[in-house]
């Protein structure tokens, strides 16, 4: 069992719905990451948290550090949206990031 | 301000070939990983340098690989002889401040390696 589990693994939208990941982790952090990888691109970074809740343009990440859980939610989702959607946890002991499998989202027109 | 930059975006080299992957971090980061995605697995650790020294290379897979980082700037992964099992792609990503200090990593575009 990986110590980040994501979920869903792939999800389909149509443009305008609003859209939750979920991240659960097992280890104790220093701070979550999610990060999102467009198709054949590289690596951004969207949030970085480790209590409460942020938000940028239609994006918001939460975490709940005593349930060890955190989301991302898209509102008014569009089509440029689809990505993967990383979530990577900062360890608390080596400080490196352990990493989800990520959700592949689309968001049809 | 240039992000962090990785050549070659790809590269297909046969099994038992060298294969040298770069990484220049955003100027003034000491703190540089890399990363490593094999087909359907999520993204592992492979090390981390402060500057030229490694901090922690816990991750590296192998004796085939070798990373440096000479003058603390850029850095270098060599897979040296390459197999099958070491197409992916790696990715390298820079930060201020070590990320369990709660530093934000920025990320390169990522080589896709593939060994055939």
């Known amino acids: 069992k990986n110590e980040v589990e994501q979920s869903p693994q792939n999800l389909t939208a149509q443009e305008g719905e609003f859209i939750t990941i979920n991240c659960s982790y097992s280890v104790g952090i220093s701070a979550l990451h999610w990060l999102q990888q467009h198709p054949g691109g590289g690596i951004v970074s969207l949030f970085m948290l480790s209590s409460g809740k942020k938000k940028h343009g239609r994006l918001i990440a939460t975490i709940n550090i005593q349930e060890k859980h955190s989301s991302l939610h898209i509102t008014a989702s569009h089509p440029r949206d689809s990505a993967v959607y990383i979530c990577?946890?900062?360890?608390?002991?080596?400080?490196?990031?352990?990493f989800g499998k990520g959700t592949k989202l689309s968001v049809k027109p | 301000e240039a992000g962090v930059t990785q050549f070659p975006s790809h590269s297909v080299i046969e099994k038992g070939q060298t294969v040298t992957l770069r990484c220049d971090p955003i100027?003034?980061?000491?703190?540089l990983y890399w990363y490593r995605r094999v087909m359907g697995k999520e993204i592992k650790f492979l090390l981390h340098?402060?500057?030229?020294?490694?901090?922690?290379e816990s991750g590296m897979p192998n004796n085939r690989f070798l990373a440096e980082r000479t003058g603390g700037t850029y850095s270098t992964l060599k897979v040296q002889p390459a197999e099958l099992e070491d197409s992916g792609v790696y990715f390298c990503?820079?930060?201020?401040?070590?990320?369990?200090?709660?530093?934000?990593?920025?990320f390169g575009q990522g080589t896709r390696l593939t060994v055939v």
């Open positions: 340098f402060v500057k030229e020294s490694k901090q922690d």
């Open positions: 100027s003034g980061h000491d703190n």
């Open positions: 990577a946890v900062g360890e608390g002991s080596q400080g490196n990031l352990i």
């Open positions: 990503a820079s930060s201020q401040a070590p990320i369990r200090a709660g530093s934000e990593a920025f």
